[in-house]
């Protein structure tokens, strides 16, 4: 089973999409109904009824379409099997509403994200003060704006999208086991990561330096960066195609 949050979900039910944040394999065949092989799609019927398609894994950060009879709105979190049918198309089956999520698309103060919560930040809203990610879930999109500085702890996910910006003067995310992901957004700070499992950078304008320090999967490519790039022991990363007006030092990664 994966978990994720909700986007475009209404009062009335239903919702456009939905942040993969934790994607679970298969322990088992008998967790589908069928074979946990991911090449195998679609619907058997025969003697024993029909089979649900098999389960397969996303990575994190993956934005599906959902399938629901369930009432979603905006910010929940919520459990879903991830499957993939005959013609190709992938998507979430969203089965499960966690309390705990929020929608926020007015101003806010300080915001702290606790374990067992997510925030969906979204319509152009501002975090205008400090912002802290302590083992929950907060998701930054739609021109959205954290203004303070950012803080991940303790496994939590952060993900950064569709013109949004992160204006904290230094964004430090260090040893918390967690997740970075910040694609086609503006980080007018200096960023240093360490420890994390994943860190993806992808179509960003970064206005300082970006320091990483011995995280997991390390993916940063295709952007803008006023200042100087570091990757060092990372346990496997790759730093294609960006744009560096500073030094430029990431041993072992493809660049």
Known sequence: MAKGTIKGGTTGGGANSIYITDSTPLSSSSDTGGSSDSSSFGTATG???????????????????????LALKDGDIVECSVTQDDTGKVIANVSKVIPGGTAYVTNQSNLTVTAGQSALV???????????????TLIITEASKAAGNLQLLNGGFVLCEDNSVISGTDFKVDGSNGTL??????????????GNKVVTLISNTHQKDITSTNDGTVTIQQNNISGNLTVTGAASCNTTN????GTVNTPGCPA
Request: hydrophobic share 30%; with cysteine.
């Open 242 to 245: 960006n744009t560096v007006s």
């Open 47 to 69: 003697t024993t009824g029909t089979l649900a398609p098999p389960e397969i894994m996303v990575p994190v950060g993956t934005i599906l379409p959902t399938s629901s009879s």
């Open 181 to 194: 992901i910040i694609r086609n957004c503006k980080v007018n700070g200096k960023l240093s990561t360490g």
């Open 122 to 136: 979204k319509n152009g809203a501002s975090v205008t003060g400090k912002v802290t990610v302590d083992g929950g």
